[in-house]
């Protein structure tokens, strides 16, 4: 039977070991949280580790810890908008009846995403050439491949011909990323407009695409 005073110092250590994680993820949530103002306000290019450390308050060790460089932040804000959507994109996916259904709500999620996520939308407005070229995380390279397992199986079931799975979702991907850049840039931004145009753009052109056998 336990007196309460062995399991004193174990439970003091499980406190302590709680308080350690705890901190460790403030930190970093206050380094993601200072990085999404720094590189909306200056841009990624002009923007230091300097400047992002000056925003959180902590110590330049303390970046460190969590941080190699400006770089990983910016690739980790990436991984951090693709964890928020890839959910989204799923719950789309098991609701659409068809793939035209799911192509359209995928691109009204995404669209959506960008103008009603303020921070989000600031971060790719300020940075579209740089959130082009850092599409090679972790996470974004998940997303891509999981949109690339649904047309896989759409061709598999016949709600698509057999068109080449890797290009269709490159195309699908690169046209949201391009009008989710120029929505952005609007005076008066419509996710339902650009998503219809997505959606048409890209069911219009799969009826042209060549099939794996060379026929259309």
């Known amino acids: 039977m336990s007196t309460g005073l062995k ?7 499980r406190k302590a070991l709680g308080k350690r994680e705890q901190t460790k993820q403030n930190n970093r949530e206050a380094i993601l949280e200072a990085a999404k103002v720094v590189f909306a306000d200056l841009g990624y290019g002009a923007t230091s ?3 992002i450390i000056r925003r959180t308050g902590l ?3 303390t970046f ?17 908008g693709m964890r928020r959507i890839r ?3 799923r719950a789309e996916r098991i609701r659409s009846r068809t793939f035209e259904d799911f192509i359209r709500n995928a691109y009204r999620t995404y669209f959506d995403y960008l103008a009603t996520d303020r921070d989000t939308f600031q971060v ?6 740089t959130v082009r070229v850092r599409m090679d995380t972790p996470e974004m390279i998940a997303g891509f491949e999981e949109i690339r397992e649904y047309i896989e199986e759409d061709i598999r079931n016949g709600a698509l011909p057999d068109v080449d799975a890797e290009y269709l979702m490159s195309a699908v991907v690169g046209i949201a ?3 989710g850049d120029r929505m952005l840039r609007r005076p008066k931004m419509d996710p339902d407009e650009a998503s219809t145009f997505a959606t048409e753009l890209v069911l219009g052109g799969i009826r042209a695409l060549p099939h794996k056998g060379g026929t259309k």
């Open 87 to 89: 959910p989204r994109l």
């Open 59 to 61: 110590a330049s060790g």
């Open 7 to 13: 399991d004193a110092p174990a439970e003091k250590s």
């Open 64 to 80: 460190y810890n969590y941080f190699k460089s400006k770089e990983e932040v910016f690739e980790a804000l990436m991984d951090e």
């Open 177 to 179: 990323m391009e009008l």
């Open 124 to 129: 790719i407005r300020r940075n579209p050439n």
């Open 49 to 51: 580790v300097r400047d």
